[in-house]
């Protein structure tokens, strides 16, 4: 059974910086495709970037140019980093990875960006 632990979240001011990880626990990760979503007070969630098994990349228009996914296969690790941050960025973030008809998620954590 896969599970996800996320960590790295925490309060930053504007501009700040944090760098999120997403622990995959199971077998096959360097075959998931893997995201991060979050999710606003009062928001749905929404996508925030993917990285698929061969570290293709895709970005919201919100956060391209600011934020960075990467995957360590050897370490079973996907990682966020987020720069230039914006209160507007404060959410819950949540991991995903899927493998066809697999879709698991992480508990979330969640990311404070204020003065």
């Known amino acids: 059974q896969v599970q996800l632990v996320e960590s790295g979240g925490g309060l930053v001011q504007p501009g700040g910086s944090l760098r999120l990880s997403c622990a995959f626990s199971g077998s096959s990760f360097r075959f998931y495709t893997m995201g991060w979503y979050r999710q606003g007070p009062g928001q749905q969630r929404e996508l925030v970037a993917t990285?698929?098994?061969?570290?293709?990349?895709n970005y919201a228009d919100s956060v391209k140019g600011r934020f960075t996914i990467s995957r360590d296969n050897a370490k079973n690790t996907v990682y966020l980093q987020m720069n230039s941050l914006k209160p507007e960025d404060t959410a819950v973030y949540y991991c995903q990875g899927y493998l066809m008809t697999h879709v698991y998620w992480g508990q979330g954590t969640q990311v404070t960006v204020s003065s």
């Open positions: 990285i698929t098994s061969g570290s293709n990349t």
